[in-house]
């Protein structure tokens, strides 16, 4: 009789002493929306003012710190609230949220955080916080989610730093002033940014020594993701020979020159699957499939170069040949109306993709330089990285209409995991 093995249990999750926590719903009333930054304007100050405070006394808990290993109560109550004010304006502005903001962080906001008590930290990683923190406040920096350490100060605000939340917070001022509601990707990867930037700036001011996590979808609770044509399948086993991480740019002169060439003729096939379209109402499958294959092995390319897959990429975009792999849905009708506009429809989505782009530059570079000391890509990074190139694959297979369904702008690279079953009831003569 063959022995019946069980799955393993999945581990419980780490207990993390930041924790961003979203009830919000969505909803955004057009009035406010319409003058979110002339309501802002007295935040900014006091901002500026909450910050100044906060980072003196932030030199205080550091010289603590090293003394006695543990940072005063009363300062890390007040470093925590004006961690927590940050977070409540910053989703204030980039329209992760509605209610207009307390200038105390005391009171409870749809987009929250909550900081665990101060808990014993390592003087070495204390003595040395803000040289260890530069990568997390460089990336922060670029998701642009706190206005803790300057991200969102009126300065940066108006210089365009910042540029997913930048994007997302310019995107969503006309979404929710046509429709009422800010759509939940780009709410998500509002809170995603957010949510990073007070995991970096607590770690910064010596809230916690925990170094902070960039996996997107660490939000409670967990958010979903929704079923897309256009996936990403993430196999890959996070190890990097170095000899292949080093060369890395060489090595895909190549590819990229071979892209040049493909782009000539998927371009073509472009023009003639509109032309197809609009006539037949579906693209013909031998033009799907070479236009599908061309996303792919663009996305293959682009996890190549940026270190967030392993292997050296094939030339012909096959699907399941790389650890970071696109699935594509077969082909199916779209609505004229929406073929005949899709340079126009497209053209928000790029304006994201483009922020997603300078993440994607970040992570690659960090990354770069982590697997060439560890010879390992950062998990978080990884996710990231990959999240980035499954919107820009989205948004390409939308423009060469591989699909009529949008762009999903959430950086979540899982849904939410499944309830568990409830256990069966037992039988009353067993239970007696």
Known sequence: ??????????????????????TDDLERRRLTVLFRLVLALPHLVWVTLFGMAALTLAFVVWLAVLFERRAPGTLHRFLASYVRYTVHLTAYLTLAASPYPSFTGSASY????????????????????????????????????????????????????????????LLGWFASLARG???????????????????????????????PLATPGRVEPAPELPVHP?????????????????????????????????????????????VLALVLGRVPRFLHRFLAAFVRATTHVWAFLYVVGRPFPGFVGREGSYPI??????????????????????????????????????????????????GRMPPGLRDLGAAALRYQAQVFAYLFLLTSRYPDSSPVLRGRPPEPAPLPALPAEVIS
């Open 1 to 22: 009789m063959r022995a019946v093995t069980s799955a393993p249990l999945p581990a419980t999750a780490p207990h993390r002493p930041v924790r961003l926590v979203v």
């Open 325 to 374: 792999d696109l699935r594509i849905a077969p082909p199916a009708r779209q609505r004229r109306l929406g073929v005949l506009a899709r340079l126009v429809l497209v053209l928000p989505a790029f304006v994201l993709s483009f922020a997603y782009g300078g993440v994607l530059l970040v992570v690659g570079v960090m990354g770069w330089v982590a697997a060439l000391a560890t």
């Open 181 to 211: 509601r800010m759509p939940r990707g780009m709410r998500d990867a509002a809170t995603y940014a957010i949510g990073y930037g007070a995991e970096a700036a607590a770690y910064a001011l010596l809230l916690t020594d925990r170094y």
């Open 230 to 274: 256009v996936a990403l399948d993430v196999r890959d086993d996070l190890g990097r020979p170095r000899l292949l991480v080093v060369f890395r740019f060489l090595l895909v002169i190549p590819h990229l020159l071979w892209l040049t060439l493909w782009a000539v003729p998927a371009l073509l096939a472009w023009l003639a699957a509109w």
């Open 110 to 169: 749809p987009v929250d955080v909550e900081i665990d008590p101060p808990a014993r930290q390592g003087r070495l990683g204390s003595g040395f916080r803000l040289l260890l923190a530069l990568p997390a406040l460089l990336l922060s920096s670029t998701l642009g989610g706190s206005a803790a350490l300057g991200g969102w100060s009126g300065v940066a605000l108006l210089s365009g730093t910042g540029g997913l939340a930048v994007a997302v917070s």
